[in-house]
């Protein structure tokens, strides 16, 4: 496969993100990965796990995150998977903490705590409004591993219900994430403050400490009552083409891919990596920092 240009990234290595190969059971509104879950031919843990190997090699510093679907909804796979991760990387799982028939809050709690060393933070979707499956609050604040609960802010989302959400989780040692839809970020409106109906209600109810970002991505940190709370805005690809101070073209990736057919992919987008030059990508400084403090 032709590639256009060298690639560039980070220090340590673009996240490598892995969409295990099977699927949840919600339905929320915002959801752009579930159409890749209707048709699981070509699935495949044992490529996934090839590919993981093959980008750890690349690079054995990166961070990865299990994303779907539902990386919790098969808790042996996801084992199989988490063990194919050396401890030098740090480890995300983006999940509802699914509880079900064959799956107690006990044996989530059992899986984390077996795990709590390879496991840097559990991302837990949990929403203003009612879109996914919840299991109990309680669940969450006994985890052994830290926590973080995600929330999209969609659409005419209940902005007064926004202090009683986050109060919901004060004492569940857990941080906020409130998430912008990622399929309106443009680099015009990633940095732009005018507009942004979810920025002033944030800072009409909470207290804003400041601002951190890139070219890619940003974070707006607020606190309420003891609670940490970022306003996190992406844009809904994940490569940057830009001429270096050497003159050469790159393409600057910021995430990896690895699809539930073990495909690595070097964007969101559907762009297949060519993984022999990633062999030979060239690092730049992390170009995340501080842009405001208070
Ligand atoms: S829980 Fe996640 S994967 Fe499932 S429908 Fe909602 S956003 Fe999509």
Known sequence: MPMANPYKTREGGATVTVFVPYDCRNHCPFCINKQEY???????????????RRMDAITPRCDFVFTGG????????????LD?????????????????EDQSPQDILDFFTRNKGKITCVNISRHIQHYVEESPDELIGQLPVPARVNCVLW?????????SFVERWKDRHVSIQFRYDYTDTT???LYREEDDKILHDLKKYFTYKGLDGCRMRNGYHFEYDGVEITYH??????????????????????????????????????????VPAYEHVVFEPDDQKWLERC
């Open 38 to 52: 209707a048709d699981t031919t070509g699935f495949s843990l044992e490529k996934i796990c090839a590919s993981i």
């Open 70 to 81: 539902e990386p919790m909804a098969n808790l042996d796979s996801l084992q199989i998977m």
């Open 84 to 100: 194919c991760i050396p401890t030098t990387h740090r480890v995300f799982i983006n999940t509802t903490l699914p509880v079900f």
């Open 155 to 163: 659409k005419n989302y209940p902005s007064a219900e926004l202090p």
């Open 187 to 189: 680099p015009e409106n």
């Open 233 to 274: 805005k992406t844009l809904p690809y994940s490569t940057i083409t830009e001429t270096g101070p050497d003159g050469v073209t790159y393409d600057i990736l910021y995430d990896v891919i690895i699809k539930q057919n073990g495909d690595i992919h070097s964007d969101w987008t559907g762009v297949m990596m060519d």
